[in-house]
């Protein structure tokens, strides 16, 4: 049994020359280290660039997929409408999934879309190993909790599945999947690392919000693994990448919990001792938050300022954060010795250069 992924890595934007250097897919990473956990083989489609018919189709038949699975933001599902209905004409028999973001948040768009035989709503750690289980036995799929799947008969809505509550019980991420990551590792001599899940914030401009409203516990949507766990999956990040020199934590919000982020820093400094970066909400950084970051070996934080007009930020982005918690999270970090870098949006509605 195979499941093979296909991952456009690409910007949708400009010239068929336009690529990017390749990223590790985070979803994907956890998705497969959840397979072959399970005895199950994994395959990897990563496109740099955009593909032909005649680049694509070959690289699968090498692969010989059981189950082809494609994962897709809202920014690259036209990509899934335009290679879904190729690679379902070249494989009849091999059933396409798609997961992701999109098919989260907009689910009777992408199970409508022509190739498309099931699509995953929300986390699919467990669904997509019950899925190959099934394809594997020869068994129907067709109710499958976070499933919804084609049939002659129409469309089967499955329910969502739970959040997986507790992310100790699941595998490190399968980070070995992504050449891109090895080699970049070998070169920038930088780590990328998520290690929760969630976020408890309601900004207006991210998905965070509605996509916990599709599971039947949204309560459980923000998710950490133990310190213990946490530092465990970094030493295998070190162990596998012998050049890191530093760590880049991609969380959302990986200092929420008080008690949980002072087990893990003192852990970190003792065990791993690497610098590191992260995100950081203003309204947590707090001198003593920002001492623990910068006494743990954090050098660098990114924060978002998103508007620098508070009154846009508060009704139009439902970031409520005033300009004087801004400056003085800004101010603690500088004066911690921390680099702090801001995340900026522009065109926001109502927005002018006046204000």
Known sequence: MKVVFIYFDFSPYGSEDLCWTGEMNFGIAALSAA?????????????????????????????????????????????????????????????????????????????????????????????????????????????????????????????????????????????????????????????????????????????????????????????????????????RVVSEHPAVASINFHDDILFLKKAWFEEFADRYRGEIGLPFSTNLHPLLATPETIHRIRKAGGYKVQIGIESGNEKIRNRVLNRRVSDRRLKEAFRLCKDFGIQVYSFNIIGIPTESIQN
């Not at 997929?65 to 335009?82: M, R």
């Not at 209905?85 to 494989?91: E, M, V």
């Not at 070995?176 to 990551?181: A, H, N, P, T, V």
């Open 35 to 235: 397979l072959k956990a399970n005895g199950i083989g994994v395959g990897l489609i990563h496109l740099y660039r955009h593909a032909h018919q005649e680049q694509l189709i070959p690289r699968l038949h090498t692969e010989s997929p059981d189950l082809i699975a494609i994962s897709s933001t809202s920014n690259k599902f036209g990509y899934v409408k335009k290679w879904a209905p190729r690679i379902k004409k070249a494989f009849l028999s091999v059933p396409v999934v798609v997961g992701g973001p999109h098919p989260t948040l907009a689910p009777e768009e992408t199970i409508g879309a022509e190739g498309v035989d099931m699509i995953c709503i929300g986390e699919g750690d467990e669904v997509l190993v019950e899925l190959a289980r099934n394809l594997e036995q020869g068994r129907s799929w067709n109710r499958l909790p976070s499933l919804w799947v084609k049939t002659d008969a129409g469309i089967i809505r499955n329910p969502v599945r739970p959040l997986v509550e507790d992310l100790n019980t699941l595998p490190d991420m399968d980070r070995g999947l992504f050449r891109c990551e090895t080699d970049r590792v070998r070169t920038d001599r930088v780590a990328n690392v998520i290690l929760s899940r969630g976020c408890p914030f309601l900004c207006a401009y991210c998905s965070n919000h509605a996509i916990k409203q599709v599971y039947p516990n949204p309560l459980r949507y923000v998710r950490f693994p133990s310190p213990e766990k946490a530092v465990s999956i970094l030493r």
